[in-house]
């Protein structure tokens, strides 16, 4: 079954660096994946997508790639700042074309002034 | 800027008790999802809905749960027989389409089941 797995391990780096999430999925082949930010008690917002297709996307300070041979997705953000502090979350659709989303577990940021 | 709306942000019930939480999608969308997230656990898929009726469950889904939507705003979640562990974050989310795109989070609601 499809399967898409983030590093459950938080991620604490230092205000002004760049916070790398890695997304990586097995068992098939996504079309599409989505990146949202979820604090904590609220519900997921969406930052990005990225299609197969596409190497790069990219949104502000925001930066996301999609490799299909290493079926992996790197999540960017530049200048990190405290408030850039949340759990990211990695999505790809469910088969039947329905909407329905799968997520990753999430990896939590911790960005340090 | 349009957002999906969810009552009550938290409840809770007595196991056995019937539960219905309530949602707002945004106005032109037109596909409706719950999802659910346990403590310290990942988002998951519960139910899809389109053009009045159930487009995809999950295996979550069972004949404890239905859905409805009374009428042309809201979208309900109904658990008939509340269970320990049905205790959880549910949030609702809706989309303009159902391929490809992005889906909008209500704020969820808190259901602790004692």
């Known amino acids: 079954s499809q399967k898409i797995e983030q590093n459950s391990e938080a991620l604490n780096i230092q205000e002004g660096k760049t916070a790398t999430l890695t997304c990586n999925y097995t068992?098939?082949?996504?079309?599409?994946l989505q990146w949202y930010r979820q604090d904590p008690g609220r519900g997921p917002v969406f930052l990005l997508l990225?299609?197969?297709?596409?190497k790069e996307k990219r949104k502000e300070r925001l930066k996301v790639t999609f490799d299909t041979t290493l079926k992996q997705s790197l999540f960017h953000i530049t200048a990190s700042q405290p408030a850039d502090s949340a759990t990211y979350l990695c999505a790809t659709e469910g088969s039947g074309n329905t909407g329905k989303l799968i997520f990753g577990q999430g990896t939590t940021l911790q960005v340090k002034p | 800027e349009p957002e999906v709306t969810q009552t009550p942000s938290h409840q809770v019930t007595q196991m056995g008790q019937e539960v219905i939480l309530r949602c707002v999608p945004i106005?032109?969308?037109?596909?409706f999802y719950w999802y659910r997230q346990i403590l310290g656990q990942k988002v998951e898929f519960l139910v899809s809905?389109?053009?009045?009726?159930?487009?995809?469950k999950s295996e979550i889904f069972d004949d404890q749960f239905s859905v409805e939507r009374p009428d042309g705003s809201n979208f309900t979640l109904k658990i008939r027989s509340t269970k320990l562990e049905d205790s959880a974050m549910y949030f609702c989310?809706?989309?303009?389409?159902?391929?490809?795109?992005?889906?909008?989070f209500g704020q969820g609601t808190r259901l602790t089941v004692v």
């Open positions: 989310a809706s989309s303009p389409g159902g391929g490809v795109g992005e889906a909008f």
């Open positions: 990225i299609r197969e297709n596409e």
């Open positions: 068992n098939y082949s996504p079309a599409y």
């Open positions: 106005s032109n969308h037109l596909y």
């Open positions: 809905f389109y053009n009045n009726e159930i487009s995809e």
